[in-house]
């Protein structure tokens, strides 16, 4: 059984500050989605990675896939108040020219950033 | 290019009762996932549909099914109502199994059993 593991679950800052949310995992992925989620709405899709040691930049936000593909990144840079969301990491399995379908989802982190 | 929509937004229901939601994909795109969103508990896989088929299903019991029609939207069905279904069910499409799998999502339905 594949796992994602997120942490840190909660973050709290003051707007202007840095962050980073870490993705790890035992098992490899052949990608790597990070979703955001407003309370009620379904995850927007932020970036796939798909390449070991790919780093992906989306504004302020950085994301990066660990060289093993088993481990991901979030950064985010001098955050602002409408940062404020539920942050999910998803792995998927690709082989053989085939999707295995499912994503497996990380608990999510609930980052408030307060003016 | 209109996303993925789900149908009802909201629904409540009885212990035992039985439930449909549905969900249309984004055009062009042939695979449809659903999953579980309880409280607290993060998003569970459901099923995955691709080309009408059932390809893959998560560890639900069997009340828990659904179809994909020609037109590649979907419903899911869930039977004998409990009070842990409880959730928000989402829905989301991809371009399909020789793809890498970026999933897009649906609003969700809200479900809540009393």
């Known amino acids: 059984t594949q796992l994602l593991e997120q942490s840190p679950q909660f973050l709290s800052i003051q707007e202007g500050e840095n962050l980073t949310v870490y993705c790890n995992s035992s098992s490899v992925f052949s990608s790597l989605q990070w979703y955001r989620q407003e309370p009620g709405e379904g995850p927007v899709l932020l970036v796939t990675v798909v390449t070991g040691g790919e780093v992906k930049k989306l504004k302020r936000l950085t994301f990066q896939f660990g060289d093993a593909r088993k481990d991901s990144s979030l950064h985010i840079t001098a955050a602002q108040p409408g940062d404020t969301g539920l942050y999910l990491c998803a792995g998927g399995i690709f082989a053989g020219g085939t999707s295995y379908g499912k994503l497996t989802f990380g608990q999510g982190t609930i980052l408030t950033v307060h003016p | 290019e209109a996303g993925v929509t789900q149908s009802p937004t909201h629904l409540i229901k009885t212990r035992g009762q039985q439930v449909t939601l549905r969900c249309s994909p984004i055009s062009g795109h042939t695979s449809v996932y659903w999953y579980q969103q309880a409280l607290g508990l993060g998003l569970q896989f459901l099923l995955w549909?691709?080309?009408?088929?059932?390809?893959n299903r998560g560890n639900f019991p069997p009340r828990f099914s659904g179809r994909q029609f020609p037109n590649y939207s979907s419903e899911l069905n869930v039977n004998a109502l409990a009070l842990e279904d409880s959730a928000l069910y989402l829905c989301a499409s991809s371009l399909g199994t020789a793809s890498i799998n970026e999933q897009f999502f649906g609003p969700g339905t809200r479900l809540t059993v009393l």
């Open positions: 549909y691709d080309e009408g088929e059932e390809r």
